[in-house]
């Protein structure tokens, strides 16, 4: 028995990209271009401004820029959470997500730590504020699901190997279950190191596969915490599936999906 990503797909790669700076207006098209989905992690009280060095994308093209793709917190302000009070703490994530969901019209589920700072008290108050998930820097070079979503550390950060950890992910071995390529960084160090031609290169080398689920970050914690909540018979003969989300697994060879309120049996 092995698990698949929907549609029987064998692996999965997402994008989180953290800011919401212009350049985002170019990382997008590239997405779009070769069929990759990401996530986009925004401070609502940076959009819209202008400085000398940063400028954001507007509230007017929110919706219409990141379409097809998902809107997530990264905190109002942008503030290193560990050195904030409690209340603060709320207060940078409730802000970001509330804002966030009023000028998109969205749920707002996802998050990912300013400077890649957190701690276990401020993952319990994210939790509690109705976070779903939180991305670190942490790179771990594979390419195994995350054993904590409100802890998810990505494969590696765009400047690092990424072309070679591209190949790898597409040779990945079959003794890793449900494979994910989680990518991060920011559109903007693409137009300060001139080397947009690698997110170019990239999206050539991965994308177009039958076998990739290309996915948002939200969408791959609802499928996996939909597979952690499948319900089994005492003997793992049959499986229930209480979630409203279907699952692909592989049986004796054979696919079968495990559809929303439905008891299959396995064996």
């Keep these: 028995m092995k698990f698949l990503y929907p549609e029987g797909k064998t692996k999965a790669l997402t994008f989180s990209y953290d800011d919401g700076q212009i350049s985002d207006r170019r990382l997008i098209d590239i997405w779009n271009q070769y069929g990759l989905r990401g996530t986009v992690h925004l401070n609502s009280r940076n959009i819209g401004k202008q400085g000398e060095n940063e400028f954001f994308v507007t509230r007017e093209e929110l919706t219409s820029l990141y379409s097809g793709h998902e809107i997530a917190c990264h905190g109002a302000e942008h503030k290193n959470l560990p050195i904030l009070t409690k209340q603060q703490i709320v207060a940078e994530i409730c802000e970001d997500r509330g804002t966030l969901e009023e000028l998109t019209g969205r749920m707002v589920r996802g998050f990912s730590y300013t400077f890649g700072n957190y701690s276990e008290e401020i993952k319990k108050i994210a939790t509690l504020l109705g976070i779903k998930y939180a991305?670190?820097?942490?790179?771990?070079g594979g390419f195994f699901p995350p054993a904590d979503f409100m802890e998810w550390h990505p494969t590696c950060h765009h400047g690092d190997k990424l072309l070679e950890r591209g190949e790898e992910f597409l040779e990945v071995p079959d003794y890793i279950e449900?494979?994910?390529?989680?990518?991060w960084g920011h559109s903007f160090e693409?137009?300060?190191q001139h080397n947009w031609e690698l997110m170019e290169s990239f999206a050539h080398q991965i994308s177009g596969k039958e076998d990739i689920w290309y996915a948002t970050n939200i969408e791959i914690y609802n499928y996996l915490q939909a597979i952690r909540l499948l319900e089994y018979s005492a003997d793992g003969s049959r499986v229930y599936n209480p979630t409203l989300i279907s699952i692909w697994m592989c049986v004796d060879e054979s696919m079968i999906i495990i559809e929303s309120g439905k008891t299959i049996k396995l064996k």
């Design 135 to 140: 991305r670190t820097v942490n790179g771990t």
């Design 178 to 183: 449900l494979p994910l390529m989680y990518v």
């Design 190 to 192: 693409f137009e300060k």
